[in-house]
């Protein structure tokens, strides 16, 4: 069934193609290192602060081609992908675990997704994943609200034939000044057990402060009754690398909205991060991450400050363009 959706959805991105911006050639490499506050490994730098704007040194993933979506991969072409985790929601600002519960963002975490949109507005996105959770569906809406572009974000229902049918378009212009939003469950945040709802701090409390510590940042151990990051990871992963990594071979550019633990799973995949060293690693709510993906591997490129950071664009000849363009466009 799940298998079934996501295929539909997949053809329903490649029907709805828009824009064939190919990037080139890197101009620069830039080789400063953003140190987080809580993570001192090197491989993490950068995304556990992830409001430092600077790039960090990566050793790029090697990924294979696409056997299973039998796109070819286009040798001169990089796509953008940003993964950004949704804004403070009204159980982060309760201190309450959330999990899978469906809790909406505060007027903060408004405010947070809206900043980060400004801070992508100059960035191609093509197609957004988000999970089926509210707060990073309110995320990915607003951040859109601020690219320059002004495209219009449109969720895909492909729920049921008669959803998919019943959310047509039938004007091909209207389609291109469009932009597909997929909604996945293999994206939502780590099922959280029986912590759902509980107080963080209580929880520590009554339960000792390494224990929840455990809980909530070990690879392989489960909450009770509830999914461990390795747990997470075999869905939002495999999601990733089924329907995600074929649009970015593809030469599209892709915009995540997801969660705290769902981004660390694929982060730790991109970064081949270890089951220690992903325990450091900590996103903060709203702040955009940046890697390319060119010739099969990630580069990361850290958290574009502002809309013209020049660090994000003096990377690509063609990421500057893109923003040329835009400017073009809106004189
Ligand atoms: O589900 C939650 O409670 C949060 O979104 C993430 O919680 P964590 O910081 O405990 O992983």
Partial sequence: MAASTSQHALSSIKFWSTSNFSLE????????????????????????????????????????GSPKSGITPKKSSESAL??????????????????????????????????????ICNIPVDVIYTSSLIRAQMTAMLAMM???????????HNESEQAHKWSQIYSEETKKQSIPVI????????????????NKQETADRFGKEQVHEWRR?????????ESLEMCAERAVAYFKDQIIPQL???????????????????????????????SLELSTG????????????????????????GVYAYTKNLAQYRQKLDGMIQ
């Fill in 218 to 226: 070990s690879y392989d151990i489960p909450p009770p009754n509830g």
């Fill in 287 to 310: 702040i955009p991450m940046l890697y390319i993906f060119k010739e099969g591997k990630f580069i990361r490129r850290g958290s574009p400050a502002g809309p013209s950071e020049a």
């Fill in 146 to 156: 601020q690219h320059r572009r002004k495209k219009v974000p449109i969720i895909v």
């Fill in 249 to 279: 071979v593809a030469g599209k550019h892709v915009m995540i909205a997801a969660h705290g633990n769902s981004l660390r799973s694929i982060i730790m995949h991109l970064d081949k991060l270890t089951s220690q060293e992903v325990i």
């Fill in 25 to 64: 050639k890197p101009t620069c490499h830039v080789h400063s290192v953003s140190v987080g506050r809580r993570c001192p490994s090197a491989r993490s730098l950068g995304l556990v602060c992830a409001s430092n704007s600077q790039s960090s040194v990566v050793e790029p993933v090697q990924l294979p």
């Fill in 82 to 119: 940003i993964l950004i985790r949704h804004g403070e929601s009204l159980w982060n600002e309760k201190n309450l675990f959330t999990g899978c519960v469906d809790v909406p963002l505060t007027p903060k975490g408004v405010e947070e997704a809206i900043e980060a949109g400004k801070r």
């Fill in 183 to 198: 909604t996945a469950w293999q994206l939502n945040e780590r099922m959280y057990g029986e912590l759902q709802g509980l």
